[in-house]
């Protein structure tokens, strides 16, 4: 066929009026692939089982498979890194945890920036308990710390490890009620469990799932929780602000973060998501049933969130002298 000026012109013109004809953009086709939801911790236990809630839900909205990828390790360090490095095209996402806001005060060096992670949606709270023997010689917060205050070394506090959250809470604990306190660090909350119910131990803080059998079998008893407000896992334990220690609020909690650089509409999507998941009742009661409360917040909410814990715990790990291993 003969091209003519006159043909040449006519086609430029109708490709104006049709507009440009670019492919369509990677954040409006979102999903179009597996998403892979980045877990610190291993399988089975409540952020685990949490984030595979949280993964189906996900999937049968957005219509794509949401996966659930474990890679414990060095205290959520593992994870942090990876997703650190990921491709920042909205397929990767870090289920961000609460040695998050410590790590840097925790150790000299960390194979990532915290800056190379963006806020995506805040998604829950594991508030933690004061837990002790029913046995124990003293039946209230009051009578504890008196307790510990009539006791030359004072209180000992079973902890899941060094540096995790319980550990810090209870270094905020001794500082707000003025008693002296050592922490036994242990590999999980279970051989805590035991040397508390051997007498060996006066407390420990706690996500109280972990506890419940043996609260329910009356061998341990809940003093309170370090939270703002009662918990609707446990209503009936009063806080610990209520009981005096105004300083002493403290949970694990759990969030979505994403490579910097991820596309905005991909993150306002997802962000969307986590809220609208989270407002389901029966989303509510399964988490409440692994220890965890919904606390759904924006990418905003989020940031401002991670900025508050890295300073508060900051200045506990500093004023404790604490280094990671």
Known sequence: ???????????????????????????????????????????????????????????????????????????????????????????????AAAPFATAEALFEKLNYNRKDLQPVAMAMMAPLFLVVNAQAPFKTLQEMIDYGRSKPEGLTFGSPGAGSQPHLAAELLFRDAGVKGLIVPFRGDNMAYTELLASRLDATLTAISTALPHIQSGALRVLGVASAER?????????????????????????????????????????????RVLADPEVKQKLLAQGLEARPGTAGEFGKFIDDETRKWGEVIRAAGLKGE
Not at 15 to 34: I, L, N, Q
Not at 41 to 55: F, N, T, W
Not at 251 to 271: C, E, H, K, N
């Open 1 to 95: 066929m003969k091209v003519t000026r006159r043909t040449l012109l006519g086609t430029i013109a109708a490709g104006f009026t049709a507009g440009p004809h670019f492919p369509a953009s990677a954040e409006g086709d979102w999903p179009s692939r597996v998403v892979r939801l980045v877990s610190p911790y291993g399988a089975g236990g409540a952020s685990d089982i949490s984030l595979r809630i949280l993964a189906e839900q996900f999937g049968r909205s957005l219509n794509q498979q949401f996966i659930v990828e474990n890679k414990p390790g060095a205290g959520t360090r593992v994870a942090n890194e990876l997703v650190s490095r990921a491709t920042p095209d909205g397929y990767t996402f870090l289920y």
């Open 231 to 275: 918990s609707p896992i446990y209503p009936e334990a009063f806080t610990l602000v209520e009981q005096g220690l105004s300083k002493v609020i403290a949970s694990g909690w759990y969030g979505f973060m994403a490579p910097a650089a991820t596309p905005q509409p991909i993150v306002d999507r997802l962000q969307g998501e986590v809220i």
